[in-house]
Nanobody, 123 residues
Framework: VQLQASGGGLVQSGNSLRLSCAASGRTFTDYTMAWFRQAPGKEREFVAAIGRNGVSTNYADSVKGRFTISRDNAKNTVTLQMTSLKPEDTAVYYC?????????????????WGQGTLVTVSS
């Protein structure tokens, strides 16, 4: 699976941003999709994940209620809608795809990764 993330940028605290990830190369519905992020000097951390049918979702506590993950299986895309952004949300955001994901929050469970898109939130 090839993953292409887009939508990052510079926003002020409290504003919103929408990230998209386009997938190609394999059957999209075979994969659990997720977003991770990595801030400077920190380890990569889980943000959100969505199951193959788009019904089940999982969020990190730090983004719950502010971020929404969704997928469009007809368009092979996964989206992360981010609202009420905070400076601590600043990071490179990566989309990921996993065929057999038992632990959604574990990055080693995912087989394919996009190149990352930078989100910078100013205070």
């Amino acid at each position: 699976v090839q993953l292409q993330a887009s939508g990052g940028g510079l926003v002020q605290s409290g504003n919103s941003l929408r990230l998209s990830c386009a997938a190609s190369g394999r059957t999209f519905t075979d994969y659990t999709m997720a977003w991770f992020r990595q801030a400077p000097g920190k380890e990569r951390e889980f943000v959100a994940a969505i199951g193959r049918n788009g019904v089940s979702t999982n969020y990190a506590d730090s983004v719950k209620g502010r971020f929404t993950i969704s997928r469009d299986n007809a368009k092979n895309t996964v989206t992360l809608q981010m609202t009420s952004l905070k400076p601590e949300d600043t990071a490179v955001y990566y989309c990921a795809a996993g065929r057999t994901v038992l632990m959604w929050r574990t990055f080693s469970q995912y087989d394919y990764w996009g190149q990352g898109t930078l989100v910078t939130v100013s205070s």
